[in-house]
């Protein structure tokens, strides 16, 4: 009784209680093959709970697990087709980096010489050749991960799980290690889940994000259809930043902030239901650039410097009491010489505003 569709690996209404608590809630879900998705969310909201179940290290209380059309929601790990790595990197000890990588292919009473091929390959794959004989604990982070990722790619799973391999790293490494595992990802096409609670690695890294809150998935979709389609604000102030306003439905094509009316489509509301409108820091401009503009007076109080772009913080207190935050591309911040204390006009589109019941 196989599924459907052209997917890869579903889950059908799966859910895993630990006691009376229930870790993750009547999951339905499909990955397609060669895909690379996330599951995104904050911690302890089940993103483990579910990998764990797909990958048969946690045995689900309910519903099924397909890949390939075949239902291993009773086979044993080792009878998976998949490959794992975790966030602690995991590696044995006492073994080089060369036995580490060949140790499941040993298992599988693979031929010397065809082990040794592998590794070296595997090796090459991830610019670790020159590394073949050092212990884990002569190896960076970053390479300990690799390490791992070599490991869990060795017998050519159908399956790669991930879950969050980037976390215990440092900045650099993390952003360089993302377009890594991306491009190796892409290259050998295998199927991919990575459990992240990083936004913005969720956002670089998959084709889709599955966002989870409470043991649920409350939103997927490609990282762009999320972060310009959040379809709460939960996943709207978790995915990049968003100046959320409270604001009272006055006609079909505005809404009242205190005092204030701005143009937004409010086709989803009646008069007089509250609600809160939200705009992204980089959809305001200090600048008027559409005919539809809408305009807030308003005032400087802080800005902080980001690199490529300025973080404004603006005082207005006719719309809200909150400070409202303004991203400005760093170039353009040179030429207006921004300075706290300075008043101006802000100005935001219709397009760009969300309205989400209050
Ligand atoms: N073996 C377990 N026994 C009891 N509770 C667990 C167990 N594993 C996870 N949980 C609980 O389930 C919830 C989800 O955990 P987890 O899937 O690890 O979250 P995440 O990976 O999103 O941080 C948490 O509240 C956690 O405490
Ligand atoms: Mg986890």
């Not at 052209?6 to 630990?18: D, G």
């Not at 048969?56 to 998949?82: H, T, W, Y």
């Not at 990197?89 to 010489?113: H, M, T």
């Amino acid at each position: 009784m196989g599924s459907i569709s052209n997917s890869y690996l579903e889950t059908k209404n799966l859910s895993k209680s630990f006691g009376s608590f229930q870790a993750i809630k009547d999951i339905s879900i499909s990955i397609k093959e060669g895909e690379f998705v996330c599951f995104l969310g904050p911690s302890g909201c089940g993103k483990t709970t579910l990998l764990r179940c797909i990958a048969g290290l946690e045995i689900q209380s309910a519903g099924m697990v397909f890949q390939k059309d075949l239902d291993i929601s009773n086979l044993p790990p080792s009878n998976r087709d998949f490959g794992i790595v975790f966030q602690s990197y995991a590696l044995f000890p006492n073994l080089n980096v060369f036995s580490n990588i060949s140790y499941g292919l040993i298992n599988n009473k693979w031929k010397k010489d065809d082990v040794k091929r592998r590794v070296d390959e595997l090796l090459e794959l991830v610019n670790l050749t020159d590394h073949a004989k050092k212990y884990p604990s002569q190896l960076s982070g970053g390479e300990q991960q690799r390490v791992a990722l070599s490991r869990a790619l060795a017998t050519s799973p159908g399956l790669l799980l991930l879950d969050e391999p980037l976390s215990a790293l440092d900045a650099k490494v993390r952003v360089f290690l993302r377009k890594q595992i991306r491009d190796l990802q892409r290259k050998l096409g295998v199927t991919t889940i990575m459990v992240t609670h990083d936004q913005e690695e969720a956002q670089t890294m998959a084709d889709r994000i599955f966002v989870m809150k409470d043991g649920e998935i409350i939103q997927s979709g490609t990282p762009n259809e999320i972060y310009t389609k959040a379809n709460s604000p939960f996943i709207a102030s978790f995915i990049g930043s968003m100046n959320f306003f409270p604001a009272v439905i006055s006609n079909s094509n505005q809404v009242r902030c205190n005092n204030v009316e701005i143009y937004c489509d409010t086709a989803d509301f009646k008069k007089d239901d509250s609600v809160q409108i939200a705009i992204r820091p980089e959809d305001i401009q200090l600048k008027k650039e559409n005919s539809d503009d809408n305009i807030l007076p308003a005032k400087i109080r802080d800005i902080e410097f980001l690199g490529s772009f300025q973080r404004v913080y603006f005082e207005s207190n006719n719309i809200t009491k909150d400070l409202i935050i303004v991203d400005v591309p760093s170039v353009n911040a040179r030429k207006i010489k921004l300075m706290p204390n300075q008043e101006m006009d802000l100005y935001f589109s219709r397009e760009d505003i969300r309205v989400y019941p209050g």
